[in-house]
């Protein structure tokens, strides 16, 4: 159980765990309360209790300030917020709330730290803490590195337990009754003789009394929604297709808009002519924007077909054109003068090489769109000095300084309200699409615009997750793996992503070598190099970021090293694995998969071991040889987040993990000619389909002590462990993704 205190009304001191760090940087600034965004503008018997709950006439709302992309994150911040609060689930409304510091996200700060997850000494826990103190320092308001969860936990029930005790302080004021005598049931206080006053009948009055100053958390014991299943409150909505996303947006006088820029991306427009764009039936207005023209019509599809209209004269590539030159560039990146950071040295690697029996490897993996089955879109309205957007964003104070700082316009007299998004994956963590709306609005102002990219749009100025390399040596020793020695070159996601929030990080990219690096094998030499790549095209965190690569180039070599020691596969690992709750993870996974069995003629199985953003994960793949291709045909998932807070939800983010990473393995690419990337829709970025889909089969484990988030982990293991298995099926072992340029698959 957990206390806190010192809660102010209008202000909220959000949880302990993180003022640890606050001692070394800027304790009396991260001391400061941070202002309830809530209060303004309530009226008369509306409350607001913390930032995370308000009551007025209508019920209880509670705010999810975490995106939900589809990894039911609304639901399980209002799981977490009403396991205190003590409100039924089928009374909970939900908001995502207006952008604000109250909502900082310092989690996924701390665990971007260079220390493994499995590291919990003095120094590593003061880091993680640092991180913390940055995130609230920064008002950083994001949604990645699978952080709502291990954020939240702490926070939201204190969210929720502060506004219960309010709510029964408010009762006590009404009733002349004490608060000892009460308690708290499906969404009312529950006097001594059985009376209910509902939350709604208490507001304003709760509104008048000072927050609680210190709360209980409710033991587990006590849970009524966490640790078991949940019904996620949009699903409803999603299954019956009713759930409006951005796209969906409309608005009396709405007009509707589109963009075309430069398809080589960051270069420049030397010129076009939009005369018969100009004339198309339904166009309003041809506006020039950076980087290209946006067209502003009576409807989408009108917008669209003028902007095709448009005759653009292009400039050229700020990066090298041609798919041949950016691996180059890519390999060129293995020299000391680029090396970025070597946070794992361990033993005597040059002297172990120098043996001899030196067994190397080289690596590939492409470029990656996101790929979202929504476009980029925005819906803006400038007005009398105020701006209004609607969107789905990741990181909605990030876009909000970048509009203020772009147009001049006050901070205060933006409004981001925040839409339900339809995949991402990390490409909304950007905002030009954004900013591209907010310059139509400046052009065409008093009227609401939609505009809304092109699939093409958005296929060719994805932000991609970036091309890595990796040279790989290692020696086997009497059965055993002795030495590892992986180096990876890639660009740095953080600095090209920070870069265009106007910010730079210094240091080494953790990115580069996250999955890699952080391994919990003890091999007796090893050592993990990280190589920067020089800025080529624009790149950005895709799920899972650098642990969505590295896990085929980790799992990939070290399977080589294993067998080439005639050991097997698993057995391997777990001699190798150093921390007992990523050990339990293997065993799991073995005892799924029936390891060992024999698998017939034609058929093998393949594992891979991955631990990124804190969590353990092993993956067991079985394939079978057909006439047609490979055929998958099922995989084992053990994973370990320390608490499972909604089993049903896990097992579906593990499996939307998998699939998502087998997909990419199988078939995707992004490929560049002339500047332009040659996948422009999804006949040329096909996914899995669901004859291709195997048999998932999942189990939860919970001996990690810290509470972890799953929408991004079982992804890094996927393909290694599909790799591995079609080279024990075939004995081709494949260093290349995609795989299908390579063997052929069912399809």
Same mark, same amino acid.
């Given at each position: ?133 940055? $995130?609230? +320092?920064?008002? &950083?308001? /994001? #949604? %990645? !590195?699978?952080?709502?969860?291990? @954020? ?129 039936? $339904?166009? +309003?207005?041809? &506006?020039? /924007? #950076? %980087? !290209?023209?946006?067209?502003?019509? @009576? ?449």
């Amino acid at each position: 159980m957990s206390r806190v205190g010192k809660i102010a009304r209008r202000t909220f001191l959000i949880g302990s765990a993180a003022i640890v760090g606050g001692v070394a940087f800027g304790f009396y600034q991260y001391k400061k309360p941070i202002a309830n965004p809530l209060l303004d503008g309530l009226t008369d018997g509306e409350a607001a209790l913390t930032p995370y709950v308000r009551i007025d006439a209508d019920g209880v709302t509670i705010i999810t300030p975490r995106t939900d992309m589809g990894q039911g994150a609304y639901s399980i911040q209002a799981a977490m917020v009403a396991e205190e609060l003590d409100i039924a689930w089928q009374d909970i409304k939900v908001d995502p709330g207006m952008p604000s510091p109250a909502y900082f996200n310092g989690a996924v700060l701390g665990e971007g730290m260079p220390f493994p997850a499995t590291d919990d000494g003095f120094v590593a826990t003061n880091a993680r803490a640092f991180g913390h103190v940055l $995130g609230k +320092l920064l008002g &950083v308001q /994001i #949604t %990645g !590195g699978s952080s709502t969860v291990p @954020d939240g936990y702490e926070k939201l029930r204190i969210a929720g337990a502060v506004a219960r005790e309010t709510l029964k302080a408010a009762a006590a004021v009404q009733t002349g009754q004490s608060v000892p005598s009460m308690k708290t049931e499906d969404g009312a206080v529950i006097l001594a003789d059985g009376t209910r006053i509902s939350y709604v009948d208490l507001a304003a009055e709760a509104a008048n009394v000072t927050l609680v100053q210190e709360v209980t958390l409710r033991p587990e014991t006590e849970w009524k929604y966490l640790g078991k299943d949940m019904q996620r409150i949009d699903i409803v909505a999603k299954s019956t297709g009713t759930l409006p996303y951005g796209i969906d947006m409309e608005m009396d006088g709405m007009v509707y808009a589109t963009v075309r820029t430069n398809p080589r991306l960051g270069g420049t427009v030397l010129g076009y002519d939009d005369s018969e764009a100009k004339a198309a039936r $339904g166009v +309003l207005k041809v &506006v020039p /924007i #950076t %980087g !290209g023209a946006g067209v502003i019509a @009576d409807n989408t599809w009108r917008a669209f077909a003028a902007a095709e209209m448009i005759s653009f004269e292009w400039g050229p590539a700020p990066y090298p054109a041609e798919q041949d030159a950016l691996w180059e560039a890519v390999g060129a990146s293995f020299t000391n003068e680029h090396q970025d950071s070597q946070f794992k040295d361990e033993g005597d690697v040059e002297a172990d090489l120098a043996k001899g029996d030196v067994l190397e490897a080289t690596y590939r993996i492409p470029y990656l769109a996101h790929a979202p089955l929504e476009p980029m879109n925005a819906t803006v309205l400038l007005k009398d000095g105020r701006l209004d957007v609607w969107t789905g964003t990741q990181a909605p104070t990030f876009a909000l300084a970048k509009i203020a700082k772009t147009f001049g316009i006050e901070a205060e007299n933006i409004f981001l309200h925040a839409l339900s998004v339809g995949g991402s994956f990390g490409r909304r963590l950007e905002d030009d699409f954004i900013v591209q709306a907010v310059e139509l609005a400046v052009a065409y102002p008093n009227v609401p615009i939609k505009m809304t990219w092109t699939r093409e749009e958005d296929m060719t100025h994805d932000f991609p997750r970036p091309m890595q390399m990796s040279h790989a040596s290692g020696r086997v020793e009497d059965g055993k793996v002795a030495c590892f020695d992986l180096g990876i070159a890639a660009q740095s996601v953080t600095a090209s992503q920070m870069g265009r929030a106007g910010m730079s990080v210094p240091g080494p990219d953790i990115a580069i070598v996250a999955g890699a690096w952080d391994q919990p094998y003890a091999i007796p030499n090893y050592r993990v190099t990280g190589y920067r790549v020089p800025e080529l095209l624009p790149v950005s965190s895709w799920r899972s970021v650098g642990a969505s690569g590295n896990g085929f180039l980790h799992e990939g070599f070290l399977d080589e090293l294993i067998h080439a020691a005639g050991a097997d596969p698993l057995q391997e690992r777990l001699r190798l694995c150093s921390d007992d709750v990523s050990r339990k993870v293997l065993e799991a996974v073995g005892e799924m998969s029936n390891w060992g069995a024999k698998m017939g003629e034609g058929r093998g199985r393949g594992v891979a071991f991955n631990l990124s953003f804190g969590v353990p994960v092993a993956e067991v793949v079985e394939v079978t040889q057909t006439p047609d291709g490979i055929k998958i045909d099922k995989v084992f998932v053990a994973a370990d987040v320390g608490r499972v807070l909604d089993p049903i939800n896990f097992e579906n983010q593990v499996q939307g993990g998998v699939i998502w990473g087998l997909s990419h393995a199988i078939m995707a690419e992004l490929t560049y000619s002339d500047g332009v990337a040659d996948q422009n829709n999804f006949d040329g970025f096909e996914a899995m389909r669901l004859f291709q889909a195997p048999e998932i089969i999942v189990r939860g484990l919970e001996n990690g002590t810290k509470i972890r988030g799953i929408g991004e982990p079982a992804v890094p293991p996927a393909a290694p462990a599909l790799a591995n298995a079609i080279f024990a099926a075939t004995g081709q072992r494949i260093r290349e993704l995609p795989l299908y340029n390579h063997i052929d698959f069912v399809s």
